[in-house]
């Protein structure tokens, strides 16, 4: 083979190597495009997780002020009793009557004496008994407001904890040019706009479609259950409590709390979970569709069952 055919081989060599896939260069818009949607995966299950932080933080925040509340009247109660019993064992003092013996010595007759005697046991063990009572009542006041300062020292860190690691996932996200919230939000690919509209049923579930359904076009923000903003949980959550329903502010929480059901028998205002770790929900509203609020940038919408992995259905309790 002469020269030119040499050169020839090589180039087409060259060129089989460009166009045979898997070899040659990595398209990079295709792997941003992958690692912004891992991004957004994992920003949405941070976002979950704050979310059930910030619950459980008002919840021990609700729950201290409700000891705080009891602390004032207890030792009020409990300064009280040692004020009676203070003042039963002056009353004794100033009478003379601090044994046994005295009282013997001063009673009229040996059925007086008894009658004494046993009053003023009766009276001490009882004072006695009431302070003793009150003094454990407040020490296990003590512990429990303890206990719980404790706790929400340990909730605060990871709020602010989760916060952080939020801000770092969102300056990834916007470093990937995924960054479309603040300015214009945007419909999600894949979402129907077909006009379909579900049926309202006159219960708790058509309550919680009906209410879904009329958030449609609102735009996600994290955190938010309304009544203009939502997140994914937030809107569920808002949904059922419109039909009288109580839900955590959290997909996974949202799971646990639930009745689970097989995908046969989904009903409209059943809720649907996706990815492995629970870190979204949407509300099945019938015709194989959900409605759920998306991402940060993009607005609440209608799309198709299976649009995303699917890790279980369940139905509130509302019978």
Known sequence: MGSIGKMWTAAAGMV?????????????????QRQLATAWQELEGVIERFNAVRDDLRATEAQLERVNARTGPLQASVDAAQRDADELAARLYRS???TSTAVLVSAPS??????QL???DHLQRRRTD????LKADKAALKKEQADLGDLQVRQRTQEQELGQRKATIEAQVRRLGGARAARTARTPSGALRDGYVPRFTDDPAGRAVRYAYLQLGKVYRWGADGPDTFDCSGLTMAAWKAAGVVLPHNAARQKKTVTPI?????????????????????????????????????RISMRLLDYAPIVGYGRPDYQ
């Open 16 to 32: 089989a190597a460009l166009i045979v896939p898997g070899i040659g260069f990595a398209d990079p818009v295709t792997d941003r």
């Open 130 to 133: 009431a302070l003793r009572r």
């Open 118 to 120: 046993a009053t003023l």
């Open 96 to 98: 003379g009557a601090v």
């Open 262 to 298: 097989r995908r046969e028998e989904l009903r409209p205002g059943d809720l649907v979970f996706y990815y492995k770790d629970v870190s979204h929900v949407g509300m099945y509203i019938g015709d194989g569709r959900v409605i759920e609020a998306p991402r940060e940038g993009e």
């Open 110 to 115: 040996p059925e007086s004496f008894m009658d």
